[in-house]
């Protein structure tokens, strides 16, 4: 037995060694990339992770899969206890945890409990993979091959322990029971054999082998997320959801903005990189991937991931461009990602929503946009109109800006510059001044306003883009701009409240100009509608009959979690009823038109707006419910396209209050 203590205490020695070794080196990749403070708020990132990483809460969207992976992932947690068990046995002899008492025999029923859960999760897990095929989980022969071993691998490490347990109750070692209620019904298969002992020794080395080789295998995997997820978990991003980390354009001593390659990245968009499961959560939801585009979520991490540990050693090392240029002529964009997939993306943030580790891919892509427009001036040739509108416009259109408050002639509409006393600021929005269907909606939401008696004004020609398109077009320097311009204005007039029914609008006033210094009490029309009806200030006589099915915005539900405000609006109209989409809510399918995909053709694969609006005419609605101006237009669209505008309409909430209210009936 001391020979077998020393031969282990040599086997334990060399592998913490080595994944001491690996641990440092991927660690030392890290630290090739741009700092960034993701050590605050403490208390709340322990939060963070007792939800997300250890209760698995996001996983469970999908509950089938989120059981699976919930019995393996605590199925390794309980387990923990048994290898300490190992390592001391193998270190001391006959050590043990007994001396817990009743503690003891509660561990040792966890274990073999969540043991034959694991085993029935890997079964369930290598059927999807393997039998049923499911798209999200197909990612190529070589990763199929890796998923295969890990879970067989995971498979003979609970299974080894179940086995010694079962051997050591046939030699006497351990009392059977309910405390062991699976090796107990194993433990006759080894009772009477001469050779039992040495099952007893073999099984223990198996299972503590394949521990340290599977420790050892991860920093080497894909599945190294199984060490880093409760890490990027705890290291996720704390700032508002969708929030767009602001460039500082006045630093004199940067080179170059945005991201062209891994070390421009930060130290946490690595660990997103060697976060990444390669689940497909992320692909399943994309709505540039689900109609064909070249976008994939999964691949942008995994392209991180094979970048740095391409290039990263070679920047540990200090190595300069001219004693590699081949690899230094590489780039993460370009030789790794292509500017499709970038071009792609309508920043609908659904991949970051459902990702299970907290990936955060939007910045990212974002970023990688920021370095094409800011360094290189490269972009797709529709946007050179879009950019120039912008800067000459300050509306992504080629309207005057003389004409941004036409749309509200003869509605005796005040505006700031009056210097009248007001309560709420109506931000109009570009779609809302300019576009001729949208001009309606804006027109409707302001006698909705008039009509409840709310003490409202518009800036007028003083308002301009809120450079949310800029902003996420890469253009950093051009959107900072309008929004320092619109800062300053608003600041002039001291606005506090502000509503505006473009959920793009919503988003950057509410969370991204306190970044400049813009604090707004910022409301979207449908909140501002509710709670307006509510207070009996709307009072609705009745409405046409009809049906309902409602297309919720990337920038309300994801982004803002405004889900309930616009359907409890609908069901207030007393001849409707509302029918949900199969992806609705925080599930919805985004409409194409975020990310700047408004202004950029599409021409790849199948149009997104078609894809939602057959959804939503595959309810049989006879109105397709929106709550923003891009998601009107792309749905108009699409219903156009679809030749379906008998049977369906498509119409902002705001229109559909406005036909209902009590003086409209008298």
């Known amino acids: 037995m001391a020979l077998t203590n020393i031969l282990f205490a040599l086997v334990l020695f060399a592998s913490f ?9 991927l660690l030392s990749y890290l630290q090739t990339a741009r700092p960034e403070n993701r050590f605050d708020h403490l208390t709340e990132r322990a939060k963070r992770v007792v939800k997300i990483a250890l209760l698995q ?36 002899g006959r050590f043990s945890f007994r001396f817990l008492g009743g503690i003891y025999s ?20 290598l059927w ?17 091959l890796d998923a295969a071993l890990i879970l067989i691998w995971i498979f003979f490490i609970v299974t080894t322990l179940l086995f010694q347990n079962a051997v050591r109750i046939s030699l006497g070692q351990y009392a059977a029971g309910l405390h062991y209620p699976i ?44 060490l880093t997820s409760i890490p990027n ?68 991490m995994v392209d991180t991931r094979r970048r740095t540990m391409e290039k990263a050693p070679m920047l540990v090392q200090g190595m300069q461009s001219n004693e590699n240029p081949e690899l230094f002529a590489h780039t993460l964009v370009d030789q790794f990602i292509t500017e499709d997939e970038l071009w792609a993306c309508t920043t609908c943030l659904a991949c970051v929503y459902e990702c299970p580790v907290m990936i955060e891919h939007v910045d990212e892509i974002v970023d990688m946009r920021r370095g094409l427009v800011l360094n290189e001036s490269r972009f797709p040739p529709e946007l050179r109109a879009t950019f120039d509108n912008l800067e000459r416009n300050f509306a992504p259109w080629g309207f005057s800006h003389s004409s941004r408050a036409d749309w509200a002639e003869g509605m005796e509409i005040p505006r700031m510059s009056d210097a009248v006393e007001v309560d709420v600021l109506f931000w109009v929005g570009c779609a809302g001044a300019y576009d001729a269907r949208y001009r309606k909606v804006t027109q409707a939401f302001s006698q909705l306003m008039k009509h409840a008696g709310v003490k409202f004004a518009i800036l007028g020609l003083e308002e301009k883009c809120n450079g949310d398109a800029a902003r996420r077009m890469g253009n950093e320097y051009l959107a900072q701009t309008l929004i320092n311009e619109n800062v300053g204005t608003l600041n002039r007039y001291n606005v506090k409240k502000i509503v505006t029914t473009c959920p793009h609008c919503f988003h950057s006033l509410k969370k991204e100009y306190p970044q400049f210094g813009g604090n707004f009490d910022v409301v979207h029309h449908t909140d501002f509608l509710l709670d307006l009806v509510n207070r009996g200030k709307i009072k609705i006589a009745g409405s046409q009959r009809s049906t309902i099915t409602f297309h919720d915005s990337c920038y309300l539900a994801r982004y803002n979690g405004i889900i309930d405000s616009p359907r409890a609006l609908l069901n207030s109209l007393p001849l409707s009823s509302v029918i949900e989409m199969p992806r609705s809510k925080d599930k919805g399918l985004c409409c194409g038109a975020g990310g700047g995909r408004m202004w950029m053709e ?42 379906a505008g008998e049977r369906a309409q498509v119409k902002d909430i705001a229109e559909l209050l406005w036909e209902a209210v009590e003086v409209k009936q008298s």
Request: with cysteine; charged share 20%; glycine share 8%.
């Open 17 to 25: 060694v080595f994944f001491g070794f690996s641990a440092r080196r």
């Open 57 to 92: 809460t996001k996983l469970m969207r999908e509950p089938v899969a989120g059981v699976m992976h919930l019995a393996i992932f605590w199925g390794f947690m309980v387990l923990v206890v048994a290898v300490l068990e190992s390592i001391g046995e193998g270190i001391a």
């Open 106 to 125: 509660l561990i040792t029923f966890s274990q073999e409990f969540f043991c034959l859960l694991v085993v029935v999760a890997i079964a369930m897990a």
């Open 128 to 144: 999807k993979r393997f039998v049923s095929k499911v798209r999200r989980l197909q990612v190529g022969t070589r990763g199929n």
């Open 183 to 226: 090796s107990s019904h194993l433990a006759p298969m080894f009772s009477g054999s001469n050779a039992a002992s040495a099952w007893s020794l073999g099984f223990w080395w198996a299972h503590i082998l394949l521990v340290l080789g599977f420790l050892n295998y991860l920093p080497y995997s894909k599945h190294l997320h199984v």
């Open 233 to 300: 978990v705890f290291f996720s991003n704390l700032e508002p959801r969708g929030a767009l980390k602001p460039i500082n354009l006045n630093d004199e001593t940067a080179t170059k903005f945005g991201v062209a390659d891994v070390e421009d990245l930060t130290w946490k968009q690595l660990l997103d990189g060697y976060t990444c499961t390669e689940c497909g959560r992320c692909d399943s939801v994309c709505p540039a991937n689900l109609t064909g585009k070249r976008l994939s979520p999964r691949k942008i």
């Open 602 to 643: 599409e021409k790849e694969g199948k149009r997104i707006n078609i894809e939602r609006t057959e959804e939503a005419l595959s309810t049989n609605a006879s109105t397709i419910g929106t709550a923003c101006p891009f998601c009107m237009t792309m749905m108009t669209d699409g219903v156009k396209a679809k030749e």
